[in-house]
């Protein structure tokens, strides 16, 4: 598992190592991606819906955690955020289930740091639900409560809907971020995690003043 983190880890930082960095003023193709099949939005009117593609393995991911918690702090009631957990083998499945599990029992936004923390600091890689159990007992979570949530018929279903998001919105790598079901970002386009930042607030302005 080691071994496969930092295989991820180098071609990631290939692919933004490959980026270029982030102008005043963000271009179609290269600081974004405009995509060739729209998605549906189901954000309420009046807001910009920003969906973030992420994976609790990922090492970019992991770097970029504070970066768009602040951006969504910052934006408010403007945007309308989620994340979308997704996973490109099998065996990452479990961390998709993870996430799903957390927010039915209401508390993926407080855990979230510290699952991060325990894969890529403790490298206690939490794949199986019963390591996932054990680690979430030490933050104060029910084992129990937290398996029933794993199993649920809902999680298994939101872990399913996820897998195809992965392949309708065409994500090829992680952390990604899409602004309306259309437009595309991250750190692999913008080489650096405030250009993304920024490029964000670009294309949500944009959706705003209905420029894009």
């Known amino acids: 598992m080691k071994k496969l983190l930092n295989t991820l880890f180098l071609s990631l930082s290939l692919v933004v190592g490959l980026a270029h960095a982030s102008p005043a003023a963000p271009v179609a193709g290269k600081d974004y991606e405009v995509m060739k099949s729209p998605q549906p939005v189901s954000a309420p009117a ?6 973030e593609f992420f994976w ?27 994340r979308v957990p997704v996973a490109f083998r ?51 979570v029910d084992k129990k409560k937290f398996l029933d949530a794993y199993n649920s018929f809902s999680v298994q279903g939101q872990a399913k809907q996820a ?12 952390p990604t971020i899409v602004v309306q079901g259309k ?4 750190p692999a ?24």
Do not use: M, R
């Not at 090492?59 to 009631?77: I, L, M, N, Q, R």
């Not at 080489?191 to 705003?208: I, M, W, Y």
């Open 56 to 82: 609790y393995g990922c090492p970019h991911c992991y770097e970029f955690e504070p970066t768009v918690e602040a951006w969504v702090k910052k934006e408010g009631d403007k945007i309308a955020f989620k």
């Open 189 to 212: 386009y913008t080489n650096s995690l405030e250009g993304t930042a920024q490029v964000l607030d670009f294309l949500v302005k944009q959706v705003q003043d209905k420029k894009l």
């Open 163 to 174: 897998a195809e998001q992965l392949k309708s919105y065409a994500i090829d790598g992680v």
């Open 90 to 140: 099998d065996d990452f499945v479990p961390h998709t289930k993870l996430f799903y599990a957390l927010s039915a029992l209401g508390i993926s936004e407080k855990i979230t740091p510290a699952v991060f923390d325990a894969i890529h600091k403790q490298k206690n890689y939490l794949l199986t639900p019963q390591a996932q159990a054990d680690f979430l007992a030490t933050q104060g």
């Open 46 to 51: 009046g807001k910009v819906e920003v969906i």
């Open 183 to 186: 437009y595309k970002t991250g």
